[in-house]
């Protein structure tokens, strides 16, 4: 595999430096690869970019420093621990000077107040926003000599977008563009800067990102890959694999009320009721999916700061048995946000660097047991989604195995 970038968009937020410090931790043996789907069978069995080989940059809108950014995760959730980071430091001072300017455009008040000084929405149109971007991601790669670059999106969650059908097509999109539409996104606009010069883009957030049909046809056209929305880490991942044993069982499901607290940056973004609408919808759309026939399916989520980086929810499923009997099951589920998110997106950028460099564009539905709101996907129990992505990966790892035909002489 040859040398892979990975552009982190919210660069110095939790998910992002968690991961920083995580590939770099692992590349000078200071910790295992545990967490990460790549590095287990059967995707060990995929010729995929190195951890250690993978070089970090990115955009963000704050300027915290990566080192000061991991030292308050570890002062308050003691994740990673203060002697990794000490290992690392370096590595993350050379990072630090490859993060770049970002915008906020249309990503709500919340979100806005994290900027140090002015985004780049401030005194740039649309198109020169653009413009920008790829040129950040040109003078990347190059400086670096990457061969291809993978962009990550795992900013803070945006407001739901109001008509997204206006960019249904490229040249809906383009043109809105062209225009100064203020109402497009920055995660639209990232992944227009990453399609549009043929970067791989990954959505770990709810946010719009490249799911406009606008984007879609470009990724399309440019044979792109590309995939999301919202990465599966916590809850969200129980129900998935939960919810599954009900409808197997014909166990009917009355009501599934999940309740999050969490006390990072997230969680204070998601106070603001519009950025918290497309979370809401896509945590709930597992269970909508699995279970059509449910009679009750609500989640809410609240800021509670001194929690920092851990979340804890709870979970309460009445449901209904043979005889018409009423029972219920309970679960709580407490992790570190970024350490359980983190090595999610390591492993979405090997595999979308996998699949770019093999002519894979589009969207990679195999990529579904990734997101809660797997874009191109139905199916939404996670056993399933695993089997889709041993499927894709059993079949790429024999055709590699397959040995050259001779080619033909004259006897």
Known sequence: MTDVGV?????????????????????????????????????????????????????????????????ELADRGGVPASETIEAV??????????????????????????????????????????????????????????????????ASTEPELAEPERYDTREALERAIDEDDRDLPASSLYAYAALADGHPYANFTPSPGSSLGGLQELADEEGVPHMGADGKTGESLVKAALAPMFAGRNLRVMSWEGHNI???????????????????????????????????????IDYTPSLGDWKTAWDYVHFEGFLETEMTMQFTWEGSDSALAAPLTLD???????????????????LASFFKAPEGVDEH?????????????????DTAAEPTPEPATDD
């Open 348 to 366: 979405l950028a090997r595999l979308l660097a996998y699949a770019d460099e093999r002519g894979e564009g589009g969207l990679q539905p195999h």
């Open 262 to 300: 969490l006390g990072n940056t997230d969680g204070r973004v998601l106070e603001d009721e519009r950025n918290k609408a497309g979370k809401l919808a896509s945590k709930g759309g597992i269970l909508d999916g699995i279970l059509p026939d449910i009679d009750h399916n609500r989640v809410r």
């Open 381 to 397: 129990d996670f056993s399933r989604q695993l089997e889709a992505l041993y499927e894709y990966v059993r079949h790429r790892a």
């Open 89 to 154: 430091a370096d590595d993350l001072e050379r990072i630090d000077d490859r993060i770049r300017r970002g915008t906020a455009l249309n990503c709500g008040p919340r979100v806005r107040e994290l900027a140090d000084g002015e985004p780049l929405e401030a005194d740039r149109t649309v198109a020169e926003i653009v413009d920008r971007l790829r040129a950040d991601l040109a003078d990347f790669r190059d400086r670096e000599g990457l061969d291809r670059l993978i962009v990550v999106n795992v």
């Open 7 to 71: 552009w982190f968009v919210g660069a110095r937020g939790n998910i992002a430096t968690t991961a920083i410090v995580g590939a770099r931790a692992i590349a000078r043996g200071e910790t295992s690869t545990t967490g990460m789907v790549t590095e287990r069978p059967p995707c060990t069995s995929l010729e995929l970019p190195a951890v250690s080989d993978l070089t970090f940059g990115g955009h963000d809108i704050s300027d915290r420093r990566l080192r000061e950014g991991a030292e």
